[in-house]
């Protein structure tokens, strides 16, 4: 038998802790702010709040999740950045996805969801695909 693995120790960093609180409007999609806390749960005051936004974008294969920071002071400049810095998050992920295509095109590697090579489809991307394993079969542009 093989000799048991010894599991990593799995520890919180107490001098980086945040309580996260979220606000939406139930629609577009949501910001999550990171606020630094002691590890009595206090609110340190020493460290500035974090914001993130988050939002979804549908595509043929499903909800795509979208994460991007926000440089903000307080929520209403996290508010006021939301939609460019959604719109950049979206176009640099759609520039991953379309590099991930370009690349996975010249592997040839047949993937779920794609015409087979000399099939007719001319590499098109066919059926309902999806996203596992990391892969974007199924996104279409």
Wanted: cysteine-free; hydrophobic content about 30%; aromatic content about 4%.
């Amino acid at each position: 038998m093989a000799a048991e693995q010894e599991l990593p120790e799995i520890k919180l960093d107490a001098d980086n802790l945040y309580r996260e609180e979220t606000v939406t409007d139930g629609r577009s999609g949501s910001i999550r702010m990171m606020i630094p806390v002691t590890d009595s749960g206090e609110r340190d005051e020493q460290r500035s709040v974090r914001y993130e936004g988050y939002t979804n974008l549908m595509t043929p294969a499903g909800s795509l999740p979208i994460h991007f920071e926000l440089d903000a002071e307080d929520l209403a400049q996290a508010l006021a950045q939301f939609p460019d810095a959604a719109k950049a998050s979206i176009e640099q992920t759609m520039q991953e996805l379309q590099e991930m295509r370009r690349q996975q095109s010249g592997s040839g590697l047949y993937v779920p969801g794609q015409d087979s090579p000399g099939m007719g489809g001319g590499g098109g991307m066919g059926g309902p695909g999806g996203m596992p394993g990391g892969g974007g079969s199924g996104i279409q542009f």
